[in-house]
């Protein structure tokens, strides 16, 4: 049997210790990759020192600036040379066992574009974040599964933050659209345009990933869980991506259910819950009507080129 290579990337922001402490869960484990690559948004708390010093193993891409997190996830994923590549925000910890699980998953389905590991709370590690999801592109409500699968791969609509893409699939879809999606939804929209070229998404049920996100205090009462947006810039883009992606992926009646029912009703329902919850209220809301505006009415991107040429190199 074939031995591919594997790369493993991240993508940093002023989460030096986080990404030491993932760095090393990667290094435990009972298969290390081949390659490992963090692309550094502009740290300021000494990342890429870190680096040097304590991982000389690591090939750092130091940008200048904050490249936000689908362009930065491309320059990781275009820059490795591994057949499979594992990319992960800086956010997390693997089990011992999530590499190889992930790998052996990628082996053995040859038609998946991407695997994701289920993903469990950082500080409550028996609870589960993420088991699969579900975007349904009539309402525009993404559904997170938080059981954990009977079978040892299932297959899920797309997966968040961390997940084992296959990177010849770069070469005909290309990677994420940083234009159109700099901000929310990118991973789903590449989700949906692998599976339009005729590749699956999946969960390997074995393997395990850790997420240091705050624990929900509450279940909302639209959507998969808490509400979280907490700035006027992340509203927009929330709002904005959300009708872009029904534009490009919703058809039919489900496109007409959502654009004259769905998404005026969680338009309102969502600026609601900005003006009362997030940190700067009004400011928020306005933002999140207003990026929804603009998602329904600029023109729509053409999906990117590919992100890889026919031999693998970056194009």
């Known amino acids: 049997m074939r031995d591919y290579k594997t790369s493993f990337t991240i993508v940093s922001y002023n989460r030096r210790d986080q990404v030491k402490g993932l760095l090393q869960s990667v290094l435990a484990g009972d298969k290390v990759p081949d390659e490992l690559i963090v692309v550094d948004n502009a740290s300021s708390d000494d990342t890429v020192a870190m680096l040097a010093r304590e991982f000389p193993q690591v090939r750092v891409i130091a940008n200048r600036e904050n490249l936000m997190g689908s362009m930065a996830v491309n320059q990781g994923i275009a820059a490795a040379t591994g057949d499979f590549v594992f ?3 800086d956010d997390n910890v693997v089990d011992t ?8 998953a990628m082996v053995a389905h040859p038609d998946a574009a991407l695997i994701a590991p289920v993903m469990y709370f950082y500080d409550a590690p028996d609870r589960v974040w993420f088991a699969g999801c579900d975007v349904d ?7 997170f599964f938080t059981e954990i699968p009977k079978e040892k791969v299932v ?25 159109t999606f700099p901000f929310h939804h990118e991973e789903a929209d590449w989700s949906f345009r692998a599976s339009e070229a005729g590749f699956k998404n999946y969960v390997a049920r074995d393997a395990r990933e850790f997420h240091r996100t705050p624990l929900p205090k509450y279940r909302s009462p ?16 929330h709002a904005r991506s959300r009708a872009l992606l029904a534009r490009r992926h919703a058809h039919g009646l489900s496109k007409l259910a959502f654009f004259s029912v769905f998404f005026p009703l969680t338009v309102v329902a969502y600026a609601a819950i900005c003006a009362v919850e997030s ?15 603009d998602g329904c009415m600029m023109k729509l991107p053409a999906p990117p080129p590919p992100l890889l040429k026919s031999d693998g190199t970056p194009a």
């Open 279 to 293: 940190k700067q209220h009004v400011r928020t809301s306005l933002a999140f009507l207003r990026g929804a505006f």
């Open 155 to 179: 297959e899920t609509t797309c997966a968040p933050n961390c997940y084992m893409v296959r990177r010849d699939v770069l070469k005909a879809i290309g990677g994420q659209d940083v234009a």
């Open 97 to 104: 066992a999530c590499v190889r699980e992930l790998y052996d």
């Open 137 to 143: 592109m009539t309402t525009g409500l993404t559904r």
């Open 87 to 89: 990319a992960s925000a």
């Open 222 to 237: 639209i959507g998969s869980g808490d509400f979280s947006i907490d700035d006027p810039k992340r509203a927009y883009y």
